[in-house]
């Protein structure tokens, strides 16, 4: 078994793990510690991971079913299951401040839950940096976990039966159109708001940028519950802003974290991460009456 060094990143959640190569093949031991670090600090950076396309996903295996990149098959039916963060394009040409691409990409700097819109949404994702900016492209993470033990038992109660709807067209659309078959293949969800992490029993509510509504609540109680949730959960001192460095492999659990970009000038610097996702094995669907 490999030696494995464990570097708390927060006080609430996060850790930096030394001793373990992604790159390669994982024994069961390890792999069984990756996935236990995951549910105990949410949040695990892999310093200097000497990463290709193909580690990545043969990791992204070991963890589970890879997850088929939303916006690829949303547009075309077609299978990808890789995205790239940043500026950054495939042939190596970089986009500025004023590209489509770009402002579609600032969408990323609201606080969500990846593929929290999706029936089945994801386990964790894993997020390799290629290309950083000096200056700015710094990752933010809360812990709903954290959010929801702070709450009262009265809230925690008022919430426990409570379904949320999910939904990428009202995220996105604030930021730029969604393309009309991208948004038919993404048709609102309806989740449970409060969920749990099934190997430690710890619980977390599920907000974000894509929870849109609580059903049989007025608009505008929906929004003042889930405003408030999400601004518990991403107080300053409950945030951890992650700096990268080229090197950088990240996973994150989706199941309990919120993430957001926060921005950086395109025109001067290049930013490329490649990012795949697992795919979760609860829908936390709240059943149709």
């Known amino acids: 078994m490999t030696r494995i060094e464990v570097e708390p990143l927060h006080a609430c959640f996060g850790a930096r793990i030394h001793g373990i190569d992604l790159t390669q093949a994982l024994s069961e031991d390890d792999l069984a510690h990756v996935r236990q670090a995951i549910d105990t600090y949410s949040l695990l950076c892999f310093p200097d991971q000497a990463m290709t396309d193909d580690a990545h996903l043969a990791f992204t295996r070991q963890l589970g079913e890879p997850e088929a990149e939303h916006i690829t ?78 709450l009262a038992n009265e809230l925690r109660e008022q ?26 293949s993404l048709p609102p969800v309806n989740h449970r708001l409060v969920r749990t992490n099934p190997g430690n029993g710890l619980k977390n509510y599920y907000v974000g940028s894509h929870a849109r509504s609580i059903p049989g609540w007025s608009g505008i109680d929906s929004r003042r519950l889930l405003d408030d949730l999400l601004e518990r959960a991403t107080q300053p001192e409950d945030i951890y802003a992650h700096h990268w460095h080229a090197g950088d492999t ?17 025109d001067r610097w290049r930013r490329r991460l490649r990012q795949t996702r697992v795919v979760g094995t609860d829908k936390g669907v709240v059943p149709r009456a």
């Open 73 to 150: 098959w949303g547009k075309t039916g077609q299978v990808a299951y890789f995205g790239t963060v940043g500026n950054v394009l495939d042939d190596g040409t970089k986009q500025d401040n004023a590209d489509a691409g770009t402002k579609y990409q600032s969408g990323n700097n609201l606080w969500h839950s990846d593929s929290s819109f999706r029936e089945t949404p994801s386990y964790v994702s894993i997020l390799h940096a290629y290309e950083v900016p000096d200056e700015g492209g710094d990752t933010e993470f809360a812990s709903m976990r954290n959010g929801y033990e702070k």
């Open 250 to 266: 990240v996973i994150w659990d989706n199941r309990c974290m919120l993430h957001r970009g926060t921005g950086y000038d395109a």
């Open 159 to 184: 919430i426990e039966p409570l379904g949320v709807i999910h939904d990428y067209v009202f995220s996105r659309s604030k930021i730029a159109p969604v393309d009309p078959n991208h948004a038919a």
